[in-house]
């Protein structure tokens, strides 16, 4: 339940064939199933099963946040749309996060809104991107500038699915579990501390547990909030710095940059400190939120590809600006005044952030020698 919105989530092991079963009993006349190139070479197997017999159009892009533009939308709309599609087809996302997003959107624009159905193959989508309404690509200035809310038909998981993941991307969907953890339910951090210690985090008993977790904590904030304008605002929690430390270093370093997870793990620390800084958080507090990073295989420094100033200029443009009144040299953040007790303003989980905050914050994760690896 997500507000006003409710759909079902289905989530087992070794069920991929229950999975087409289920979508064909959609009664589509076409499927739409929206995808990347290394989704779809790692699952092709998968994605035949999912149609069956219902004719199926694959739209595969290079994987990355290039598939999340205007252009990658445009031509998906019109490949479908040449291809005959109907208002009894279905969407369906196969992969992570990004492929999810891009067919949301799809979904909901394709004849005002068609069917959609996500079955996410990374944890960061299962546990994160698929438990919301949100539904956004990219601008050339930002993340998620260009978006809608759209709520799907029904959310598939295989957890198995999640088992051949490589390494990196298995822990960056874990960073967001984390996040949940952290600033929404900390009595769930030590059946984290447990997963981590047994090191067995691509287990199918562990993902499920994790997958669980993770629909409980995000439902406890969007229950009554549908649009994520209010209390689901503390799901923003390490994005704002988060981020920019991933468009700054993909930039860069392109596909080889931070995986999202990581990129808001190293915001969470940035966030910690600040609210350190505040005399909101104790050094324990702080410190646990290194605890599970590193857990969790994250090195606590900025890429050496990524600059404070860099990430400083991207966050002057981050998407959450609107929801406080402007002030000059401020960014809205969301901090914690301690751990699952976000900061407020009013009743909004948001509080202004002068830059010299932000930056002294940085400045603390950036003396740190190493670099960011993951896995």
């Known amino acids: 339940m997500i507000g006003e919105q409710s759909f079902p989530y289905y989530f087992g092991r070794d069920c991929v064939a229950e999975i087409g079963a289920a979508i064909t009993a959609l009664g589509p006349d076409k499927l739409v199933i929206v995808t990347d190139d290394d989704v779809r070479a790692r699952y092709r197997h998968h994605l035949d099963t999912l149609a069956g017999s219902i004719p199926a159009l694959i739209l595969s892009h290079p994987s990355g946040e290039s598939m999340k533009t205007l252009t990658c939308l445009s031509g998906h709309l019109e490949t479908a749309l040449r291809a005959g599609i109907t208002r009894r087809s279905v969407v369906v996302s196969f992969g992570g996060g990004v492929p ?10 394709l004849f ?21 309404l949100k539904q956004a690509i990219n601008s050339g200035v930002g993340k998620n500038h260009i ?24 822990r960056s969907g874990l960073c967001e579990m984390a996040k949940n953890c952290l600033a929404i339910q900390p009595s769930a951090l030590d059946g984290l501390r447990r997963v981590i210690a047994a090191g067995e985090l691509s287990s199918p008993h562990s993902l499920l547990w994790l997958l669980d977790a993770s629909i409980a904590a995000k ?67 702080v410190s646990v939120h290194y605890e599970i990073v590193t857990g969790l295989g994250v090195e606590p420094a900025l890429p050496a590809s990524v600059s404070v100033d860099d990430v400083l200029a991207v966050i002057a443009d981050d998407n959450k600006k609107g929801y406080l009144p402007p002030r000059p040299g401020t960014v809205p953040f969301v901090l914690l005044r301690s751990l699952g007790r976000p900061a407020l303003t009013g009743d909004l989980p ?13 400045d603390v994760v950036a003396r740190a020698s190493a670099p960011v690896v993951v896995g």
């Open 100 to 109: 999810g997003n891009l067919a949301g959107l799809m979904a909901n624009l």
């Open 147 to 170: 978006g809608t809310y759209y709520a799907p038909e029904v959310v598939f998981t295989d957890v198995e699915l999640f088992t051949s993941l490589p390494d990196r991307e298995l």
């Open 112 to 132: 005002r809104g068609v069917r959609l159905v996500h079955v996410p193959t990374t944890t960061i989508a299962a546990m994160d991107s698929v438990l919301s």
């Open 219 to 285: 439902s406890a904030v969007t229950r009554s909030d549908t649009f994520e304008r209010r209390a689901g605002l503390v799901l923003e929690y390490g994005h704002t710095t988060g981020h920019a430390i991933e468009i700054c270093d993909h930039r860069v370093r392109g596909v080889a940059g931070l995986p999202h997870g990581a990129a808001i793990a190293l915001g969470m620390l940035v966030a910690a400190h600040i609210s350190h800084a505040r005399g909101w958080l104790s050094d324990d507090e």
């Open 350 to 362: 948001l509080v202004p952030v002068e830059v010299s905050e932000i930056r002294a914050a940085l």
